[in-house]
């Protein structure tokens, strides 16, 4: 059985009015690589968003950005170390928005004092391959039959009856 391959990519990227789209297209070329079409809109959509609201909100228009495939959850990272940016005022409405089409989100600081914001996306059933194979399950060498598929008068028959049974017995 072929396993999923964990996968990594990293951009640090200079951002600007036209860097937006551009950027867009190199994180759909990785997924598509990585086989994750169904994954391109609501990443390069959430990535869309954040790009232009750091373009508009921050003074450091320096920001990293990193996507990790574990073969089941896409995790899309942002970067910036502009101390000026705040999540919580200026990126309100863009985290609003990335909250709603993610299945998860969050905004964290780093050791450095820079801020890093993520989104995942899951990989919904039946588009990849598990990362863990499923276990064969044993077989036998001859049929068994199941107990209810005998007469329950055969099956009282077969038990030897016991001095608890008995005593069951004669008190109804």
């Known amino acids: 059985m072929k396993t999923a391959v964990p996968c990594y990519y990293h951009l640090d990227v200079e951002v600007s009015p036209e860097r937006v ?53 896409l995790i899309t990272a942002f970067g910036d ?11 309100r409405s863009c985290l609003a928005d990335i909250a709603a089409m993610s299945d998860g989100w969050g905004c964290c600081a780093s050791d450095t004092g820079s801020k890093i914001i993520w989104f995942s996306q899951r990989a919904r059933a039946g588009q990849r391959v598990p990362l863990v194979p499923i276990a064969p399950e044993p077989t036998l060498r001859e ?4 107990p209810r598929e005998e007469p329950v008068a055969a099956l009282a028959a077969a038990a030897p009856v016991s001095a608890a049974d008995d005593a069951l017995e004669g008190s109804r």
């Open 143 to 146: 049929g068994r039959t199941v």
């Open 21 to 73: 789209g551009q950027v867009s297209r190199i994180l759909a070329a990785h997924l598509r690589y990585w086989d994750l079409d169904n994954l391109v809109d609501p990443v390069c959509r959430g990535a869309e968003l954040l790009l232009r609201a750091i373009d508009e909100h921050a003074t450091d228009k320096h920001t990293s950005i990193e996507m990790w495939w574990n073969g089941q959850h």
């Open 81 to 91: 170390d502009d101390p000026d940016l705040r999540p919580d005022q200026d990126l």
